[in-house]
């Protein structure tokens, strides 16, 4: 069953519309209604691309690392989200920790709130 929080596989598509690779991603939540649509966010092994006070860094220190299911430290990119129905999301590799989740949505939403 998917939650929020989870990491999962999906084939994220590149910001031109253009086929992308299968990557990790963050589900967010589950949109409301009956389509089984999930918001989620794009994650990275590309830490340069992380944005201060936007973006997480997941890294091997941190508490959720090995939960998570990531190889590398990763960037969350909260700002490369997507609306995706979930017959066409690939399986969980792990989770971030519930705290991360909060500040994650957190950001995302107080950027919402200021443009």
């Known amino acids: 069953m998917r939650k929020s929080g989870q990491i999962i596989l999906f084939p994220f598509p590149q910001a ?3 086929a992308g690779k299968t990557r990790p991603a ?4 589950k ?7 999930w918001l989620i966010c794009m994650i990275s092994s590309q830490l340069h691309q992380y944005i ?7 890294g091997t220190d941190d508490p959720d690392f ?9 960037v969350i990119r909260v700002g490369r989200v997507a609306v995706v129905e979930e017959s066409i999301l ?4 792990g989770e971030i920790d519930a705290d991360r989740l909060k500040r994650i949505k957190e950001n995302l939403s107080d950027w919402l709130n200021k443009s």
Not at 26 to 29: A, R, S, V
């Open 66 to 74: 090995d939960n998570s299911g990531l190889k590398t430290p990763s």
């Open 31 to 37: 949109l409301p209604g009956p389509y089984g649509d």
């Open 16 to 18: 031109n519309l253009a």
């Open 52 to 58: 201060k006070d936007f973006d997480e860094i997941v």
């Open 26 to 29: 963050l589900l967010l939540g």
């Open 90 to 93: 690939l399986g969980a590799v």
